[in-house]
């Protein structure tokens, strides 16, 4: 749970489209545009807990959960849990409007 007291870093509103990758089990993510990876690339030392992942407050369609955005080519993935999916009523291929916050580490 985020402390009310840290330090917001950035906040993003971006529209991605919702792909899946389908290895053993399938997972859902949201890319961010090449401008919202560049701002979170310039903050990610100061909120990554390690190997580049950054924990984040991110809503959904109306659906507010936590995860961490994973860097990859270029740009980082939302990963967007079952839960998320199935409550805001979206699967891949979807165009989604995407709400994150990402903090400063408490360290």
């Known amino acids: 749970m985020t402390h009310p007291d840290w330090e917001s870093l950035l906040e993003l509103a971006v529209e991605a489209e919702v792909i899946c990758w389908r290895g053993p089990s399938p997972f859902f993510f949201a890319a961010l545009p090449a401008p919202e990876a560049e701002q979170v690339r310039r903050i990610a030392r100061a909120a990554t807990y390690g190997w580049g992942v950054?924990?984040?407050?991110?809503?959904?369609?109306?659906?507010?959960?936590?995860?961490?955005l994973f860097p990859k080519d270029d740009t980082y993935l939302v990963p967007i849990k079952a839960a998320v999916r199935a409550r805001a009523n979206i699967t891949a291929g979807d165009r989604v409007a995407v709400a994150l916050t990402i903090r400063a580490l408490e360290r």
Do not use: K, L, N
């Open 54 to 68: 950054i924990p984040v407050e991110a809503e959904i369609g109306g659906v507010a959960f936590t995860t961490s």
